[in-house]
């Protein structure tokens, strides 16, 4: 089974059917967040598509290393190397420390992965743990000639490179296409080229994160820290690659271009894109303006929320579009997915109690063959779920009595359930308020909530709010006030 995944390959632009470089094992790295502020869901459809091929592979048999890093330091605003330090802006701005910052918004970033169910990766290294690391190939990038050296900055000679390498091939565009996009170099620009990047930036004395190097006390670029760490937990070269599609001109781009000049092979074989989350058509993102964090979600605190959502009608709607596919979201898709994830949830529940009656024909296996096929292919998600819904009407019917079930297909349908919605689509059920002491206690908690509001001590009630969302319990405000979700 494992043999026939299928994967689409930005590289090639094709699905190609995916062997991996060492029989039975994947190497899986993933562009983690860059943590100086809230993440937004778009952010989190990233993640969870990943989440996905991550648990699907480990259903396929194989054992799956899967790096996603933390980008807690070197990403400036513009992605080629222009304007502040996201981090130290941020930093001025909250008046903190730039790692209070990093501290902060990793812990919302692992609290909402939690929330969401998305399994943590097997390493999640840090750009400022592996500076060594980036220093390490930045020298070795100028000593084979690929780089040099403007007082202090080293900036990678990407027209140079392009003469032996194609450094277009991910996004399929031709050098003179990228040097059209990108702004004439002025004089005040210190780099020879206009698509050259930087691996290593010179910090002004101010500047709160700085390390020394030999080129001077400086800090790494942003697209040094993710070679540097997938070389070091992965090899050279390693499977799967992936990020959202708008790290494909520039991130990934000058990734391969580091690698490829590094070590003479690319880094990954395939590489892996999902597409946008947008609103009303547009990319969500912090500065569109329209980029609402979880909390916002599951509270329904956002001007375009109409209510609350829960995290598993969250993930539902997201797994109900291909992750290559845009996916817009509205509050008629979510409540459609809220009214399905229920529907699903409420099959599962019913299974266990399913009569079985003689020894009728088994169509279990045919459906899971289908559930298979679709997420073998592409991990077609929602081609799986499709085939999830027949089984939902299949077991309705059971029980109705419309419909026979033998002992042995009621097992293999729980399995497939388990399988399929809990292992590899990551839902899990999300408890009703029943039970008593449990419901008191909530309560108790959010009357704290609503006094510190009322006394205008938000810290203290996004704190609760926070805590209470690490344990995987949301809280909605609402016109009558706040309810949770376990
Ligand atoms: P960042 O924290 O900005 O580095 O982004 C983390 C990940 O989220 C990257 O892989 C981005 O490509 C991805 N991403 C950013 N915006 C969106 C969006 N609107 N929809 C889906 N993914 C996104
Ligand atoms: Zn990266």
């Given at each position: 089974m494992a043999k026939a995944i299928r994967i689409y390959n930005t590289l090639s632009r094709t699905i190609e059917p995916f062997t991996p470089l060492h029989e039975n094992r994947v190497g899986m790295y993933v562009c983690g967040p860059t943590v100086y502020n809230y993440l937004h869901l778009g952010n989190c459809r990233t993640f969870s598509s990943f989440d996905i091929v991550f648990r699907y592979l480990i259903y396929a048999g194989y054992q799956v290393r899967y790096v996603r890093n933390i980008t807690d330091a070197g990403h400036l605003e513009g992605d080629r190397d222009e304007g502040d330090d996201k981090f130290a802006k941020r930093a001025?701005?909250?008046?903190?420390?730039?790692?209070?910052?990093?501290?902060?918004?990793?812990?919302?970033?692992?609290?909402?992965?939690?929330?969401?169910?998305?399994?943590?990766?097997?390493?999640?290294?840090?750009?400022?743990?592996?500076?060594?690391?980036?220093?390490?190939?930045?020298?070795?990038?100028?000593?084979?000639?690929?780089?040099?050296?403007?007082?202090?900055?080293?900036?990678?000679?990407?027209?140079?490179?392009?003469?032996?390498?194609?450094?277009?091939?991910?996004?399929?565009?031709?050098l003179n296409d990228l040097l059209d996009g990108t702004r004439e170099l002025s004089g005040q620009d210190e780099k020879q080229g206009r698509l050259d990047f930087a691996l290593w930036i010179k910090a002004k004395p101010e500047h709160l994160m700085q390390w020394p190097s030999?080129?001077?006390?400086?800090?790494?670029?942003?697209?040094?820290?993710?070679?540097?760490?997938?070389?070091?937990?992965?090899?050279?070269?390693?499977?799967?690659?992936?990020?959202?599609?708008?790290?494909?001109?520039?991130?990934?781009?000058?990734?391969?271009?580091?690698?490829?000049?590094?070590?003479?092979?690319?880094?990954?074989?395939?590489?892996?894109?999902?597409?946008?989350?947008?609103?009303?058509?547009?990319?969500?993102?912090?500065?569109?303006?329209?980029?609402?964090?979880?909390?916002?979600?599951?509270?329904?605190?956002?001007?375009?929320?109409?209510?609350?959502?829960?995290?598993?009608?969250v993930r539902f709607f997201m797994l109900q579009s291909h992750y290559r596919s845009t996916l817009d979201f509205s509050n008629e898709a979510l409540q459609a997915a809220e009214k399905g994830y229920a529907r699903l949830m409420n099959a599962i529940k019913l299974i266990d109690n399913l009569k079985t009656e003689g020894d009728n024909a088994s169509y279990i296996q045919s459906l899971t063959d289908k559930c298979e096929a679709a997420m073998n292919e592409d991990f077609n998600t929602p081609i799986a779920i499709s085939h999830l819904f027949e089984g939902v009407t299949f077991i309705n019917n059971v029980n109705d009595g419309r419909e026979k079930i033998s002992a042995s297909d009621k097992i293999a349908i729980k399995k497939l359930f388990h399988d399929f919605v809990f292992d590899i689509l990551g839902l899990k059920m999300e408890s009703e308020q029943g039970n008593d002491k449990l419901d008191g206690l909530m309560q108790i908690l959010l009357a704290q909530r609503a006094d510190a509001k009322a006394r205008k001590d938000f810290a203290a009630s996004d704190l609760l709010r926070d805590q209470l969302l690490a344990l995987g319990i949301t809280i909605k405000d609402g016109k009558e006030g706040a309810t949770y979700n376990l």
């Open positions: 001025k701005l909250e008046k903190l420390e730039p790692m209070e910052i990093v501290q902060k918004y990793t812990q919302y970033f692992h609290d909402v992965m939690q929330a969401f169910n998305c399994l943590p990766p097997s390493i999640e290294p840090t750009a400022t743990g592996h500076i060594i690391e980036q220093i390490e190939m930045t020298k070795l990038l100028l000593e084979k000639g690929w780089a040099y050296e403007v007082d202090g900055t080293i900036y990678f000679d990407v027209e140079k490179y392009s003469k032996e390498n194609s450094y277009g091939i991910l996004s399929n565009r031709n030999p080129w001077g006390n400086g800090f790494p670029g942003w697209h040094i820290e993710c070679s540097a760490m997938s070389q070091k937990y992965l090899g050279n070269e390693f499977d799967i690659h992936g990020g959202g599609m708008d790290l494909i001109a520039t991130h990934h781009t000058n990734e391969i271009a580091q690698n490829c000049a590094c070590n003479g092979v690319s880094p990954a074989r395939v590489w892996m894109h999902t597409n946008m989350l947008t609103v009303n058509g547009v990319r969500m993102s912090k500065s569109a303006g329209n980029g609402f964090l979880p909390n916002e979600l599951f509270s329904g605190s956002h001007p375009l929320l109409e209510k609350g959502y829960s995290p598993m009608s």
